[in-house]
């Protein structure tokens, strides 16, 4: 007769309710992506109305550094009105963030175990610490990326820059977005060792490759592709690299710790 010391450990479950049949999935994700389209035309309404601070907020690095002969000049009769479209679309998107991100939650939570659970909702408010550190990061350092460029213009005596405002919001946009995304790696690292995926010694053991990693994506997220704006956000990631590998220490010890007790009890 097996004793109860020596019974395997029931498996966690995913979620201790009843199972939901493939059809009440797909009514249920069909409810939450309606209810996500209402948030975000409701959003796009909202920052409609305040799209022009937004603008000159966006327009202020290149302001305070243009040479006088700059001017800000649209090409087509129809810029103005879908620059402040596409404008009003992203900052509509960012207010209804939290809603959207509780419809996802909604979704995908009873999929997950207890301890993947309790892995998201402890590394979520420091993804979005870092992600809105990276675009503060992101905009604060355009006017330095700006002085590089514009030094170059006075290779051209004769010239005078005519910066079409749509192109620039937009690369302005795509700047802050590419150092957010780029301080999202301890997130995943971090997420990745909760659930047993990553090591501070394999991270230790192979920095070289991460840096070469690091190098790569910092040359695909940032939209100049110049070798200016990929240190700026090239070297923060290598120091956040670093610094993972003390939160995936914690983490793993952590884990080895409560692995220890498991042991512990069964025995």
């Known amino acids: 007769m097996t004793s109860p010391a020596s019974v395997p450990p029931t498996p ?22 309606f209810r996500v389209l209402v948030y975000i035309m409701l959003g796009w309404i909202v920052a409609f109305a305040i799209t022009p601070y937004v603008y000159h907020f966006l327009a202020a690095p290149l302001l305070r550094i243009k040479p006088e002969s700059t001017k800000f000049v649209f090409t087509h009769a129809t810029e103005p009105f879908f620059l402040k479209f596409k404008l009003a679309l992203i900052l509509g998107l960012i207010l209804v963030m939290p809603l959207i991100m509780r419809e996802v939650w909604g979704f995908i939570g009873p999929g997950l ?4 659970r309790r892995a998201v909702k402890l590394i979520a408010p420091f993804s979005l610490f870092l992600f809105f550190s990276g ?10 990326a700006f002085n590089f460029f514009l030094g ?13 405002p749509a192109q620039y919001i937009m690369f302005v946009v795509k700047m802050m977005f590419a150092f957010g995304l780029g301080f999202q790696m301890p997130v995943v690292l971090m997420f990745l060792a909760s659930v047993g995926l990553a090591t501070p010694e394999a991270m230790w053991r192979h920095w070289r490759y991460a840096i070469l990693i690091i190098g790569l994506l910092a040359a695909l997220l940032t939209p100049s592709g110049d070798a200016f704006s990929m240190l700026a956000i090239g070297l923060p990631m290598v120091f956040l690299y670093f610094l993972s590998i003390f ?21």
């Open 152 to 164: 170059y213009l006075d290779d051209y005596p004769d010239a005078q820059l005519l910066q079409n």
């Open 113 to 116: 175990t207890r301890q993947e």
């Open 135 to 144: 675009v503060a990061l992101g905009y604060y350092i355009l006017p330095a």
């Open 247 to 267: 939160l995936v220490a914690r983490i793993a010890k952590r884990r080895r710790k409560h692995a220890l007790r498991v042991e512990t009890r069964q025995t």
């Open 12 to 33: 966690e479950p995913y979620d201790e309710g009843p199972k939901a049949t493939f059809m009440e999935h797909l009514e249920e994700l069909r409810r939450r992506i």
